[in-house]
């Protein structure tokens, strides 16, 4: 006999949604959240010329600035309030997370519960601001000595009153998406953060696949490519749904106990590990590090021979699809997948949690042995998960520099839309099952009365 979880499951269909009024009420609350996002991204910073700015990112397109762009959904080649997007919110919080295992304070803190999370988040927010005026001023100064190809500056009126209205004007704007994410998260549906990233990736999803059925139109690209293609992308979506969902659960035992006449514990739980625990970190330190040369070789002006052989040299060797890219952008993919994956799971704390509770492994003694066995699973796992990581992100290089396919979702982006798609599919389908539930308890009062 199936289970109630397993009738309710069978049960959710579309027409829940016309009597989920909660539900509707988050989804429109996200969809209003998501507009003014995508409209405050068109909106230019004064005093600069949009059409210049659009070139010389164009320019930077295999730098670290195309990769940001690619996250902010063309915010920065336009040079929006919005260029900045989350990103300065996400490496705040990278940082923090990184000073918690490190900083005994800070680890306190986390252990609080409730209030040392807010006390960390307040934390994050100043972090953020501080990293935000940072970058806002290093842009508004490279603006200011920024050209187009054909010489056209890119800032109109450069100046103090240009640097500081930029300044305030991105940190601003950064701020008000940090507080947009955790209202939608808060009153919408899925994480907030995650979601405005979400919405960046896929906004230029339909001009690439117009600029794809153009070079199949055109001729450059043949049918049985872009046939190719589009299995291809199916066939590694379908991968990285599949290992992302995937989980290596170990089971924890609790021992009875008999307080007077009563019985208490005895049963069983497990403790999951997913096989990628380390998630889209990797592959974005990883390309970030990399792309690093190539942007300041962008913006370096010739003159100084030496420096322009040495920016040369390092173009070369570490162009996009170079052997010795590719082979570095896999170890460090390797290195922080391992790195992060052990900031973010400490075997020992876990153990000593689970033996402060009663708590263990079956066959395996309590204390230094199980952290020593988690140690060793999760050691594992991370392996598996860096050769997926690594699978997953230089598929996109090896089209792109070997066959000259206009591959637009890359290894990164491509896994953060299907991660941030699978959360909000089951966050839905969670409000659908609590209110199906609550319609299940209203039809058996029902009965029971009569």
């Known amino acids: 006999m199936a289970s109630a979880a397993d009738q309710l499951a069978a049960n959710v269909n579309l027409g829940v949604f016309a009597k989920a009024t909660e539900l509707k009420k988050r989804l429109l609350f996200l969809a209003g959240a998501l ?20 070139d010389v990112i164009h320019t930077q397109s295999q730098g670290v600035l195309g990769l940001f762009d690619v996250f902010a959904g063309g915010a920065l080649s336009r040079m929006s309030i919005f260029a900045l997007t989350i990103m300065p919110y996400i490496s705040a919080a990278i940082i923090i997370q990184l000073l918690s295992a490190v900083n005994p304070a800070l680890e306190q803190m986390r252990k609080e519960g409730v209030s040392g999370r807010i006390r960390i988040n307040q934390y994050t927010r100043y972090l953020t601001v501080a990293i935000t005026a940072m970058q806002a001023v290093g842009i508004a100064s490279g603006l200011q000595s920024a050209t187009a190809s054909n010489g056209m500056p890119v800032v109109i009126n450069p100046g103090a009153f240009f640097m500081f209205t ?19 998260t808060e009153r919408g549906i899925g994480q907030g953060i995650s979601i405005l990233i979400f919405a960046g990736i896929v906004a230029r999803l339909p001009g690439a696949i117009v600029n794809l059925l153009e070079l199949g139109r055109t001729g450059a690209l043949s049918p049985f490519i872009i046939v190719a293609l589009v299995i291809g992308a199916l066939l590694v979506i379908a991968g990285i749904v599949y290992v992302e969902q995937a989980q290596r659960r170990i089971l924890v035992q609790y021992p009875k106990r008999q307080q007077g006449n009563k019985v208490f514990g005895g049963e069983s739980s497990h403790i999951p590990l ?6 889209v970190i990797p592959p974005i330190f990883a390309s970030s590090l990399l792309l690093l040369p190539l942007t300041f070789a962008g913006f370096h ?15 070369v060797l570490l162009g996009r699809g170079q052997p010795l890219y590719l082979f570095l952008y896999a170890a460090l993919i390797v290195f922080f997948a391992f790195f992060y994956t052990a900031v973010v799971f400490n ?8 033996r402060k509770y009663g708590g263990f492994v079956p066959g395996i003694r309590p204390g230094k042995n199980t952290a020593d066995y988690l140690d060793y699973v999760l050691t594992r796992l991370s392996v598996i998960g860096s050769i997926y990581l690594i699978v997953v992100c230089l598929i996109p290089e090896f089209l792109i520099s070997r066959l000259s396919v206009p591959f637009y979702f890359g290894g990164t982006s491509l896994m953060i839309v299907v991660n941030v798609t699978l959360s909000t599919a089951q966050q839905i389908q969670a409000h659908l099952l609590a209110h199906q539930y609550e319609g299940l308890l209203k039809k058996s009062r029902l009965r029971g009365r009569r």
Do not use: C, H
């Open 35 to 54: 507009i003014i996002y995508r409209v405050g991204s068109f909106i230019t910073l004064p005093g600069i010329d949009p059409i210049a700015m659009a």
């Open 301 to 315: 002006k010739a003159g100084d021979s030496t420096t322009d052989g040495i920016l040369s040299t390092l173009t």
């Open 166 to 184: 930029t300044v305030i004007t991105l940190v601003g704007g950064t701020m008000f998406l940090v507080w947009l994410g955790e209202q939608v």
């Open 347 to 354: 075997p020992t704390e876990t153990a000593e949690n689970l």
């Open 274 to 279: 997913k096989l990628n625990t380390s998630g």
